[in-house]
Each structure stands twice: as structure tokens, then as C-alpha cells.
């Protein structure tokens, strides 16, 4: 079965550079999460996007935007980046409303240098 | 959110049952119990739903009793490869996003 798509898996960027990481939901998902998950630390929500209209936000810093595309693929772009960014960033995807379950890509893990 | 407490770390053995619990003293009326399993450098995997009593898949049961202030997650015959970190969630469905708390590191010992 078809599942969440991240590209890339792998990015190392230098301090006050920006990063663009993309995010391919499962066929017919209509909704994208985005969450980032540091060393040792447990996943935190960013933001989610449903029918390509932001749909909630979290503790996303201000230099970071996404959307989500016609495709309902979406785009994570960071800039200014720094160190405390580096972080595994998981997009997941579901089903519209009253989703029960969140299918999570396998992550782009970001190093910032 | 209601909040939740889980243990920190569990250790078992394999082929042995595992049951961990996680508090929600604050559960609203219209929050649903779920858990997750992550494994190391992975996204996290739904493993289980549910709103009150009993709800058993393929994988594991989860036991919720009637005043819905605790539930506990039962995997059957733990084997190595069950060695993850499981988050347990509350919340209502309908598209939200997933509030992670400190999971449980559970280590299956051969």
C-alpha cells in the first residue's frame, strides 16, 4: 500500500540558510500534518493543512511557513535556520474529518551545521 | 487537552504479556484514547482506538474502564522487534493534530 512520501531524508544546511522539505500524503489523504521531533525529545506539532487551507498551528517559529498544495502535497519552507533546528521533521497525512489515525512519512532528518 | 502520565521505561521479556497504562484524569466527554508505537528514527505507527471498555485489533487490546480516568494498552507475547516507544494520546478525532506526552520506552529483553 501507497505511503507517506518525504523528500528529502537527509539535509544539512549551515546556520542562516533555508531548507524547503516536501511532503507527499497517501492518495486520497486530504489533510497534512507536519510535526518536529528533537534528540531525545518527543514529536511536537507544528502545523496542518485540510482541503489546502491551514486547519491548525502550533509551535511553529515565525521563520518557518508551509502550505499545502492543489495536489495536496505540501512544502515545509525554513529559513534563517539555526543549530536548534536540527530535528527529525515527520509529515503525516489522513482522511478528512473525523480522521481516527495519522499515517506518518519517514521523516527528513535536518542538520544544521 | 486532557494531560496524560505513562511510565517512563519498561523492561520485559519476550513472549511475555506487556501492559502499560496511562493516566488521563481529565478526560472530556468527547476524547478518544489513542496510542502510538515509534521505533528509533521512524515516524510514529497508530497502533490502537478507542473510547471506553474494551477494544481489541490484531495487534493489541486496549482496556478502558468505566470512568475513562485511565486505560491500558496490552500487547500479547511481546517479541524484540515490540521494542519501541508507545505514546499514549487524548483527544477529540475530526482532523486534530496529535499532543504528544512522554511516552514509555519499552525494552523487550531476549
Known amino acids: 500500500a501507497a505511503g507517506v512520501i518525504q523528500s528529502p531524508r537527509h539535509l544539512i544546511k549551515e546556520k542562516r540558510e533555508t531548507a524547503t522539505l516536501k511532503c507527499y500524503p497517501i492518495p486520497r489523504h486530504d489533510t497534512v500534518y507536519w510535526y518536529q521531533q528533537g534528540p531525545g525529545q518527543d514529536p511536537q506539532f507544528l502545523i496542518s493543512f485540510y482541503e489546502k487551507m491551514q486547519s491548525d498551528k502550533g509551535s511553529i517559529p515565525d521563520r518557518f511557513s508551509a502550505q499545502q498544495f492543489s495536489d495536496y502535497h505540501s512544502e515545509l519552507n525554513m529559513s534563517s535556520l539555526e543549530l536548534g533546528d536540527s530535528a527529525l521533521y515527520f509529515c503525516?497525512?489522513?482522511f478528512g474529518a473525523g480522521a481516527d489515525e495519522q499515517y506518518f512519512g519517514p521523516g527528513t532528518r535536518l542538520t544544521v551545521t | 487537552l486532557a494531560k496524560t502520565t505513562q511510565p517512563i521505561s519498561m523492561d520485559s521479556y519476550e513472549g511475555q504479556e506487556v501492559n502499560i497504562t496511562c493516566s488521563h484524569n481529565n478526560i472530556a466527554t468527547n476524547d478518544y484514547i489513542t496510542w502510538y508505537q515509534q521505533f528509533p528514527s521512524q515516524g510514529p505507527r497508530f497502533i490502537i482506538q478507542?473510547?471506553?471498555t474494551k477494544v481489541t485489533n490484531e495487534v493489541a487490546s486496549l482496556f478502558i474502564p468505566a470512568d475513562r480516568k485511565s486505560s491500558t494498552l496490552s500487547l500479547p507475547r511481546v517479541s524484540l522487534s515490540d521494542t519501541a516507544v508507545y505514546y499514549c494520546?487524548?483527544?477529540?478525532?475530526?482532523?486534530?493534530?496529535?499532543?504528544f506526552g512522554t511516552g514509555t520506552r519499552l525494552t523487550i529483553i531476549p
Open positions: 503525516a497525512s489522513s
Open positions: 494520546l487524548v483527544g477529540e478525532l475530526v482532523g486534530e493534530k496529535l499532543t
Open positions: 478507542g473510547y471506553k
